[in-house]
Nanobody, 125 residues
Framework: QVQLVESGGGSVQAGGSLRLSCAAS????????MGWFRQAPGKEREGLVA????????VYSNSVTGRFPISQDSAKRTIYLQMNSLKPEDTAMYYCAADTRGHGYTLLPESFDYWGQGTQVTVSS
């Protein structure tokens, strides 16, 4: 089992920045990819970015390429999402997820096995 806890969400004005954190605990040796997703009310959960934790390789969705870099602190078993130039359409619940099967590069929710509780990001105009 892997436990994930997100933090860092909040309310910001358009153009601002936030940094989300996700701390993993439990059987973290079983993790392959870790990633960030978001879900707005009435919409499907959207994969944003994932990192292959053994070597730091990353995969990004087209919607946030160049704007939401992902990083990790392997010793702390923590990943980060630096969200820059935030827009109102970025408003959503943001979730951290972990994959144990090596399929996380797809950025599909079904490729991930463990999920955090989510942290709300609200961007005002």
């Amino acid at each position: 089992q892997v436990q994930l806890v997100e933090s860092g969400g909040g309310s910001v004005q358009a153009g601002g920045s936030l940094r989300l954190s996700c701390a993993a605990s439990g059987d973290t040796y079983s993790t392959s990819y870790m990633g960030w997703f978001r879900q707005a009310p009435g919409k499907e959960r959207e994969g944003l970015v994932a990192i292959y934790t053994p070597n730091g390789a990353t995969v990004y969705s087209n919607s946030v390429t160049g704007r939401f870099p992902i990083s990790q602190d392997s010793a702390k078993r923590t990943i980060y999402l630096q969200m820059n130039s935030l827009k109102p359409e970025d408003t959503a619940m943001y979730y951290c997820a972990a994959d144990t099967r090596g399929h996380g590069y797809t950025l599909l929710p079904e490729s991930f096995d463990y999920w955090g509780q989510g942290t709300q990001v609200t961007v005002s105009s």
